[in-house]
Each structure stands twice: as structure tokens, then as C-alpha cells.
T-cell receptor
Framework: AQKITQTQPGMFVQEKEAVTLDCTYDTSDQSYGLFWYKQPSSGEMIFLIYQGSYDEQNATEGRYSLNFQKARKSANLVISASQLGDSAMYFCAMREGTQGAQKLVFGQGTRLTINP | KAGVTQTPRYLIKTRGQQVTLSCSPISGHRSVSWYQQTPGQGLQFLFEYFSETQRNKGNFPGRFSGRQFSNSRSEMNVSTLELGDSALYLC??????????????FGPGTRLTVT
């Protein structure tokens, strides 16, 4: 079974600093997908970024980038120039199952707090 | 394009009752997945429906069931509610694969409290 580990229960960062949220995964599949989601206090899960296991370049979406190190099985999220609105829970997830089947396995999350 | 909608947003039930939650996916999305989120267990996959068929199922008791209609709207039902069923229930819909992979778009969730 696949497993996602987020070792940082909470992080506190000053506004405008860059922040890295750690994520390691465990899978025996050759083809997989890795996701990061943001969950504000309202509860909705907001898609941030996706990395496919065969993608050679690290994914980027605006201020978000994914530092994908396949050999180390890590997929860290980097947020550049953090903003107060970035304060939220962040979840790393992996797509499990056959192609097309949509099952995500989530880590326990990291609560990020941006201080002014 | 409207996002994923879930109704109701909040629900209070008593033990032993049953509950039905509804999810309307983004227009054109045919896959709907359900997740349960609790402080203790985190986010756990319940099941996924595609074209009215359950395609994947998580490790939950048979009290949890779901279905999908021809318009891709989905419902999940929990019978004989237990206190431990109190959770945020999230629904997600996904589009056919693109260069960004199988993105799942989540709704705002239904917060169920069982007393």
C-alpha cells in the first residue's frame, strides 16, 4: 500500500519568506502522481500543484513549485514569497490505483502559519 | 464554470439515524470521489464513482454506501450513525487526464455531527 509522510505538524514563517513543506512517499508503483492541496479553515481543499512520476522537470504553478526527488521519494512543496493568505493546512497526496481510478492517499498535513 | 457543490453544508444527527449527502460535480466531470476527514484519522478515501459505477472503494464498513446518477451527481448514505462518523465529508470530481494529470477538484464539504 502507498504511504505519504509529512513530518512537520506545524510551521511558522515570516511574511515574504520562502517556505518548504516536506513530503515523502512510499510506493512500489512505477507510475504515480503526487499532489499538494491547501485547506483553509473553511474546509475546502484547493488544488495547488501536480507532479507525475515520469515528469522530468519539477512542476511549477505561480508561487508554488514542487521539488521532486524521485530517488529519495520526496516531493516537497516550495512556496516563494509567502503571504498572510497562505496560512492554512497543506496536504501532500498520492494517486493510488490503476490509471483512471481516482483514489488519493493523503498525508497527515502541515499547518502553516504566516506571521506579519 | 461552477465548482463542486455539496449539500447540506452542515448536519446534526443522532446515533442510529441515517443520513444522505449530495454532491454535484463540475460540469463535464464524470468521476466523483468521496473522502472522510477526521482529526484522528485524517483524510480517508471512501469510494469513487464513474459513469454510475463504483470503480474504487476504501476500507469502510457497509454502513457507508453511495451511488451516482446519469447526470454524474452523487450521493452517499451512512446508515445507523455512530458517534465516530462525525466528520467533514468531502466530495471531489475529476476531469479526463490532461497534461496536469488527474486533478481532483473538491467541494466545500459537509460537516456531519452525530450526537
Amino acid at each position: 500500500a502507498q504511504k505519504i509522510t509529512q513530518t512537520q505538524p506545524g510551521m511558522f514563517v515570516q511574511e515574504k519568506e520562502a517556505v518548504t513543506l516536506d513530503c515523502t512517499y512510499d510506493t512500489s508503483d512505477q507510475s504515480y502522481g503526487l499532489f499538494w492541496y491547501k485547506q483553509p479553515s473553511s474546509g475546502e481543499m484547493i488544488f495547488l500543484i501536480y507532479q507525475g512520476s515520469y515528469d522530468e522537470q519539477n512542476a511549477t504553478e505561480g508561487r508554488y513549485s514542487l521539488n521532486f526527488q524521485k530517488a529519495r521519494k520526496s516531493a516537497n512543496l516550495v512556496i516563494s514569497a509567502s503571504q498572510l493568505g497562505d496560512s492554512a493546512m497543506y496536504f501532500c497526496a498520492m494517486r493510488e490505483g490503476t490509471q483512471g481510478a481516482q483514489k488519493l492517499v493523503f498525508g497527515q498535513g502541515t499547518r502553516l502559519t504566516i506571521n506579519p | 464554470k461552477a465548482g463542486v457543490t455539496q449539500t447540506p453544508r452542515y448536519l446534526i444527527k443522532t446515533r442510529g439515524q441515517q443520513v444522505t449527502l449530495s454532491c454535484s460535480p463540475i460540469s463535464g466531470h464524470r468521476s466523483v470521489s468521496w473522502y472522510q476527514q477526521t482529526p484522528g484519522q485524517g483524510l480517508q478515501f471512501l469510494f469513487e464513482y464513474f459513469s454510475e459505477t463504483q470503480r474504487n472503494k476504501g476500507n469502510f464498513p457497509g454502513r457507508f454506501s453511495g451511488r451516482q446518477f446519469s447526470n454524474s451527481r452523487s450521493e452517499m448514505n451512512v446508515s445507523t450513525l455512530e458517534l465516530g462518523d462525525s466528520a467533514l465529508y468531502l466530495c471531489a470530481s475529476s476531469q479526463p487526464p490532461s497534461a496536469r494529470g488527474y486533478e481532483q477538484y473538491f467541494g466545500p464539504g459537509t460537516r456531519l455531527t452525530v450526537t
